[in-house]
Structure formats: structure tokens, C-alpha cells
Antibody
Framework: EVQLVESGGGVVRPGESLRLSCAAS????????MSWVRQAPGKGLEWVSG????????GYADSVKGRFTISRDNAKNSLYLQMNSLRVEDTALYHC???????????WGQGTLVTVSS | DIQMTQSPSSLSASVGDRVTITCRAS??????LNWYQQKPGKAPKVLIY???SLQSGVPSRFSGSGSGTDFTLTISSLQPEDFATYYC?????????FGQGTKVEIK
């Protein structure tokens, strides 16, 4: 059974940093690209970042470019999102997702909540 | 970035109704268009990928069509479990972008 479990969320102040993790199981992790998608409270979905199977190719939403860094450790079946210079508008539930054929997300984790507040 | 615009933003329908949701891209995205369903407190679930391919395990009452800039998600006969929010997503170019969502409510 495919499982994606996010962790690392919490309450931080503007300007602080946080590192999210996503533990994957039930599939061959290094066969798949992965993404982070977030959802602010009561709002819609926003794709944040994606990474290819070997970590060489990455992409970011304009809203996080230069502040967030996606990475992966295939030996640990883990995906990460380093979030620096956090802003109030980064407050959201952050989901990791497995990308099928590099073009759609077929499995999602339940998410980890990040709250940025002064 | 490619903007995705869904219509309507919300709709009320009855069980058994045929429901159509549209999604328009700000530029051509070929068939790189996916549809997701999200229920309150749950993670999104993919219904349709590549504009018209039904994800494994998804009921056949869901269908997708379109290419270029205009796309449609159709539910042929709405069931009680289909009341949810639906999102389109383009994966033609990074950054991938979602539509604002369409909430399907019970009439």
C-alpha cells in the first residue's frame, strides 16, 4: 500500500525557517517524481514545488522561489521541503504527492500544518 | 504562469443530475490537464488525467474532454458521494497551476 506521511509542521514567526519531511513507503521511491502542494485554510490548492526522480531537476511556484528548497534522499525514501524566510501567507496545510508519468499526482499524504504568525 | 479558470465556482445539484464543470487555460496546454476531487478534511484524489483518461478505480460516471485551452469534467449521474470540491490542474509547464475550484453542493 502506498503511504506518504508528512511531518515537521508547526507554528513559527515571520522570517523563521522550517523543514518539512515526507516519508514514503509501499512503492519504489526512486522511480517517481514528487511534489509539494499546499492549501491555505479555506482556500484552494497551490502547487509549491516538484522534483524529478534523482533530484537533478526541480521547479518552484513564483510565490516561494528563492525561499523554499525541495530535495530528496532516495536511500531514505524521503522528500523534504526547506522553507526559509517564512511569511504569514505561507500558512497552509502542506501535502506531499507522488507524481505519475511526471504529469499528475496519484497519491497524496494527509498533510502537515504550517502556521506563520507573529 | 498559466492561469486556470474554472466555472462555475459553485453549483447546486440533485442526485441523478448530469453535472458539467469547465476549465479554461490562459494559453494552450495540449492535453496536460488533470481533474481532482477533494472532500472536507481529506487529501485530493485524482479522477481524470491527460484530459480524458480515467484514473484506475474511479467510477465511469466521471469523464473528461477537451484539449488546447478548453476542458470539461462531466459527472453523468450525480451520486451522494460526489458532493465535493473539484479542481483542474495544468501540468504542461512549470509552475503547475490549479483552477480555483468548483464546489458541488446538494440542492
Amino acid at each position: 500500500e502506498v503511504q506518504l506521511v508528512e511531518s515537521g509542521g508547526g507554528v513559527v514567526r515571520p522570517g523563521e525557517s522550517l523543514r518539512l519531511s515526507c516519508a514514503a513507503s509501499g512503492f519504489t521511491f526512486d522511480n517517481y517524481a514528487m511534489s509539494w502542494v499546499r492549501q491555505a485554510p479555506g482556500k484552494g490548492l497551490e502547487w509549491v514545488s516538484g522534483i524529478n526522480w534523482n533530484g537533478v531537476s526541480t521547479g518552484y511556484a513564483d510565490s516561494v522561489k528563492g525561499r523554499f528548497t525541495i530535495s530528496r534522499d532516495n536511500a531514505k525514501n524521503s522528500l523534504y521541503l526547506q522553507m526559509n524566510s517564512l511569511r504569514v501567507e505561507d500558512t497552509a496545510l502542506y501535502h506531499c504527492a507522488r507524481d505519475r508519468a511526471g504529469s499528475y499526482s496519484d497519491y497524496w499524504g494527509q498533510g502537515t500544518l504550517v502556521t506563520v504568525s507573529s | 504562469d498559466i492561469q486556470m479558470t474554472q466555472s462555475p465556482s459553485s453549483l447546486s445539484a440533485s442526485v441523478g443530475d448530469r453535472v458539467t464543470i469547465t476549465c479554461r487555460a490562459s494559453q494552450s496546454i495540449s492535453s496536460y490537464l488533470n481533474w481532482y476531487q477533494q472532500k472536507p478534511g481529506k487529501a485530493p484524489k485524482v479522477l481524470i488525467y491527460a484530459a480524458s483518461s480515467l484514473q484506475s478505480g474511479v467510477p465511469s460516471r466521471f469523464s473528461g474532454s477537451g484539449s488546447g485551452t478548453d476542458f470539461t469534467l462531466t459527472i453523468s449521474s450525480l451520486q451522494p458521494e460526489d458532493f465535493a470540491t473539484y479542481y483542474c490542474q495544468q501540468t504542461y509547464t512549470i509552475p503547475w497551476t490549479f483552477g480555483q475550484g468548483t464546489k458541488v453542493e446538494i440542492k
